[in-house]
């Protein structure tokens, strides 16, 4: 069964601080890789994807992928009480088109 | 205007009931999708579309049906619904599977009683 793991949290940081999301997926041939905002009672909105091993950065954000131990994160720095949602994992497992999601993980930053 | 719409935005309906969930885009993509979202559970896929003529279920699809109208047009219909249909139901849009984004439209809230 294809998955996508992630803590559902809370996880709660303080105004400026680094938060720091992860996920974990069942299928080595993954290829993509893709992070969703959702505000409360909101429709899931991309924040970045990424293909490649390695980091990928936009502006405050940065994805990071490692295909070996099947785990994606995504850093948020200088967090703002505006980035308080929730953020969904999710995948395209090898051989297929859609996306898998995880529950997501629910974050609350403090002013 | 929005790319993706569904309409209605809330719903109540009574166990039993036939009750259709209608989604348009103005993107111009072929692919579309609906995904219903439970707390705890997450977004699950229902049925997927990648052009009019191609309709495929997704992981949940039992007790719901679809139909592609047009390009712009994705429905996803309850013949007789149930309470554990309760849920967020939520259309998306995409061009390709592989790498794309998938857009999503704002949501409909059904609750079944």
């Known amino acids: 069964q294809k998955e996508v793991e992630q803590n559902s949290g809370p996880l709660s940081v303080p105004e400026g601080a680094i938060a720091s999301l992860n996920c974990t997926y069942s299928?080595?041939?993954?290829?993509?890789f893709f992070w969703y905002r959702q505000y409360s009672g909101k429709s899931p909105e991309l924040i970045m994807f990424?293909?490649?091993?390695g980091d990928k950065e936009d502006g405050r954000f940065t994805a990071q992928l490692n295909k070996a131990s099947q785990y994606v994160s995504l850093l948020i720095r200088d967090s703002q009480p505006s980035d308080s949602a929730t953020y969904l994992c999710?995948?395209?497992?090898?051989?297929?088109?859609?996306?898998?999601f995880g529950k997501g993980t629910k974050l609350t930053v403090n002013p | 205007d929005a790319d993706v719409t569904q309409t209605p935005r809330n719903r109540i309906t009574k166990t039993g009931k036939r009750i259709m969930l209608e989604c348009s885009q103005t993107?111009?993509?072929?692919?579309m999708y609906w995904y219903r979202q439970d707390p705890g559970l997450g977004l699950r896929l229902i049925y997927y579309?990648?052009?009019?003529?191609?309709?495929n279920k997704g992981e949940i699809s039992d007790g719901y049906s679809v139909s592609r109208q047009a390009q712009a047009k994705f429905s996803l219909s309850l013949e007789s619904a149930i309470p554990n249909q309760t849920a967020l139901y939520f259309c998306?849009?995409?061009?390709?599977?592989?790498?794309?984004?998938?857009?999503f439209g704002p949501g409909t809230r059904l609750t079944v009683l």
């Open positions: 990424i293909y490649s091993n």
């Open positions: 579309s990648f052009d009019v003529k191609d309709i």
């Open positions: 999710a995948v395209i497992y090898s051989g297929s088109e859609k996306l898998v």
């Open positions: 998306a849009t995409s061009v390709t599977g592989y790498t794309d984004t998938q857009y």
């Open positions: 993107k111009g993509h072929d692919r």
């Open positions: 299928d080595q041939g993954s290829q993509s």
